[in-house]
Nanobody, 127 residues
Framework: QVQLVESGGGLVQAGGSLRLSCAAS????????MGWFRQAPGKEREFVAA????????IYADSVKGRFTISRDNAKNTVYLQMNSLKPEDTAVYYC????????????????????WGQGTQVTVSS
């Protein structure tokens, strides 16, 4: 069992930055690939970014590429999402998720792949 707790959300003006954190507890964090997803009101939860268990590979949604950076610190059992140049359309509840890393970076975009989810943190970007 893995427990995930997100933090770092808040209200920011367009063009600003936020860094989200996701702290994991439970089984060996370094065995898990991690993903960030988001869900805006009235919309489905969508993929944002993912990182392999070692941190050696990452993948991003086209909508955030070049603005967001996912990283992890396995010594601290934490994954981060640095969000720069934020836009109003980035407003959503952001969730982190974990899955045992069995390879296949491209597959990490699939919401159904993940076994564990956090409770989410709200990000609101004002125009």
């Amino acid at each position: 069992q893995v427990q995930l707790v997100e933090s770092g959300g808040g209200l920011v003006q367009a063009g600003g930055s936020l860094r989200l954190s996701c702290a994991a507890s439970g089984r060996t964090f370094s065995s898990y690939a991690m993903g960030w997803f988001r869900q805006a009101p009235g919309k489905e939860r969508e993929f944002v970014a993912a990182i392999t268990s070692s941190g050696g590979s990452t993948i991003y949604a086209d909508s955030v590429k070049g603005r967001f950076t996912i990283s992890r610190d396995n010594a601290k059992n934490t994954v981060y999402l640095q969000m720069n140049s934020l836009k109003p359309e980035d407003t959503a509840v952001y969730y982190c998720a974990a899955v045992v890393d069995r390879g296949g970076l491209w597959l990490l975009q699939r919401r159904a792949l993940y076994d564990y989810w956090g409770q989410g943190t709200q990000v609101t970007v004002s125009s």
